[in-house]
C-alpha cells in the first residue's frame, strides 16, 4: 500500500496540470461536488456507481434503471474518469440520477466526496480497482460491489506480484460477479473468497442498443453503401496496418468499397492516417468534417460517442482489440445494429460469446490481413444479412438463459438492506 502511495505522490503535479487545464471540473475531481449545505444537498440515501468511460456506464444502464425502479428511496450518484462518460450519463436525463467526474484516488479527496454524498454502497463497473476508493468505503462498512468484473491475465499478474495489496483488496470486496469464468478464477486465486463470489454475469448482454444521431445517419448513408461499407471498430496500435492491407485490396476489386475506421483511441488519428497514406488510401477526417468518396474511401472516425452511428451504417464490422492481445471488444453493439461480425483471434475478454457465434456461423474469426480479405470478398448483402440475423438470434438465447441485473440488486439489497417499511397512513377521523 505504501507503494501506491509514493506513486500517488509522484503523481500529483500532472493531476495538477489536468486540474488547470480542465477548471470547470476541477471540484468535482477534488471531491468537492454535490454540497454538504445548499442547493446540492443530497436529499435521499445515494448509491455510488462508477464506471470508466461511456461502454462501461451504457453496460450499467439497465442495472441503473432496474434500481431506480425497485428502490424509489435511494438516488444514484454516477462517476466516471471522462468528460464523454459523464455527459452521455447526463444524456440519459434519468430522474434520481447525478452525473459526476470521478474524485482522484487520494483519501482526503475521496472523504470529502464521501462526506458529501453520504453513499450507501459502492458500485464498481468492469475493472475500475482503485484501492483507496475501495478501502475508503469498506473501513466505513458500506459493501464495495465490483458488477461486470474482467481481470485479464496480463493485470492478473500485476496483481500476484503484490500479494499483500491484492488480498486486502479483495478482502475489502462485499460481491463479485464475474464478466466470464476467466475472470472469476483469477480474481480467485488474488484471495476473493467463495461466499461473495455471485453468479457470472455480462452487463452488455442487457444494455439496449445505442440509437445513432438520425441527421448524421440520413447524411451518411448515401456516402456509405451498407454492403460495401467495412467498420473497422475500436482499433488498437498494430491492428490499423493489417485491416488497410485488407481494405485496399477490396477497394481495388471495388472501388465503391468503403472503410470507417473509429480506433479505441482518437488522439492516435495522426499516427493513423500516416498509415493510410502509406497504404495507398485517401481519407477524409470526421473531427474535421470530412466526408467520404470515391478519392477518399477511408473515413478515420476520429471522435467519440458515434459508435451506434458507424454499426448503422456498416454491413460489416471488425471488433478491434482481438488482433492484437487486447482481449476483444463487445460484439453486443455490431449484432444489434444487424452489422456482420469479423474479429481476430484474442477475444478472451468474451470467449463464451464469440464462441457460440462463430459456431453458429454467426461470426467469423480471421488473424491478419490475408484472412480479413478473404472473409470480406465472401461476404456480399445477402450473407451479411443471415449472419447479422444470426448473431441476433445467438444472443438472445445467450441472455434468455443468464441471470439479468435484478439478480445483482437482490445482492446490493441483501448487503445495505431493504428500505423502511412505509408506516400505512392514519385514517381520518369518521363521523359516525
Known sequence: MLSYRILLSLAAPGLALLLLRDRPFARERLGLSGAANGPGRVQQPAIWLHGASNGELASARPLIERLLARRPDLCIVATSNSRTGRALVESWALPRVSARLAPYDYRWALRLFIGRWQPRALILIESELWPNRIFEMARRDRPVLLLGARLSARSAARWQRMPALARRLTGAIAYLSAQDPASMDRFATLGLPPERRGPVIDLKAFAPAARPD??????LAPLLPRARTLLAASTHEGEEAPILEAFARRWRADPQARLVLAPRHPRRAAQIAALIERAGLG??????????????PVLLADTMGEMALWYALAGVSFIGGSLVDKGGHTPFEPAAAGSAILHGPHVANFTAVYGALDRAGAAEGVAGADGLSAALAALDGAEQTRRAACAREVLAGLRAEAPGPDTLIDALEGLMGAPAPTPPAEKEPGNG
Open 283 to 296: 481519407h477524409a477526417l470526421r473531427s474535421n468534417g470530412g466526408l467520404p468518396g470515391s478519392e477518399r
Open 214 to 219: 438520425a441527421d448524421d445517419l440520413k447524411a
